[in-house]
C-alpha cells in the first residue's frame, strides 16, 4: 500500500542522532532506505546553467543535432564539455534529435492494398506498360465499364 505522506517528509520524521530507537529500525519502519539517509544531493556546477541555455539555443535551430554534434557546436563556441555532459542535460531537458524511428520499411497495415493489375500482362516490348491500353484494362478491372464509353479506340 502506498503511503500519503512523501518521501521527504518520511526523511524528516528519522531521529538521526540521540534516539533509542536505532536508525535501521527507523527507516524501516517509515519505508525509507537507510543509504538514502547519509546521501546529500551535489549542488549544479555554475556553469550549468548557462550550457543548458546554449544547448536549448542549438537545439532550437537544429532540431536535428543530436549530442554529438551539439558538442562540436558547443567546442565551437569555445564551451569545452564532455558529450555524457550533453547527453545528460539533454536527458534532463526531455529533448533528443530529430531522426526516423524504427520498423519504417515494414508496410502498415491499416493503409489501403492496391492490387498489382499488370500481373497478367506479357511485356514484349518497351513501355508497353505505359501504353494506354493498360490503362483501359486498369478501368476495366476496377470495374468501371461506363468511363470507358467516352475513351477512344485504341489499336
Request: glycine fraction near 6%; proline fraction near 9%; aromatic fraction near 6%.
Amino acid at each position: 500500500m502506498e503511503s500519503t505522506v512523501s518521501r521527504a517528509e518520511r526523511a524528516t520524521l528519522l531521529e538521526l542522532d540521540g534516539s533509542t530507537i536505532p536508525l535501521s529500525v527507523q527507516a524501516e519502519l517509515l519505508g525509507v532506505s537507510r543509504s538514502s539517509l547519509y546521501y546529500t544531493p551535489r549542488p549544479p556546477l555554475p556553469d550549468e546553467a548557462e550550457i543548458r541555455r546554449r544547448i536549448d539555443e542549438i537545439y532550437t535551430a537544429h532540431p536535428f543535432f543530436g549530442s554529438r554534434r551539439i558538442t562540436e557546436e558547443l567546442c565551437r563556441q569555445g564551451w569545452h564539455v564532455n558529450r555524457k555532459r550533453i547527453q545528460r542535460c539533454m536527458r534532463d531537458m526531455q529533448i533528443a534529435g530529430i531522426c526516423p524511428g524504427p520498423n519504417l520499411s515494414h508496410r502498415d497495415l491499416q493503409s489501403r492494398l492496391f492490387p498489382y493489375l499488370l500481373r497478367d500482362l506479357e511485356i514484349t516490348r518497351p513501355n508497353l506498360s505505359r501504353s494506354p491500353p493498360s490503362r483501359c484494362r486498369q478501368a476495366i478491372d476496377q470495374g468501371s465499364r461506363e468511363s470507358l464509353r467516352g475513351l477512344p479506340q485504341w489499336p
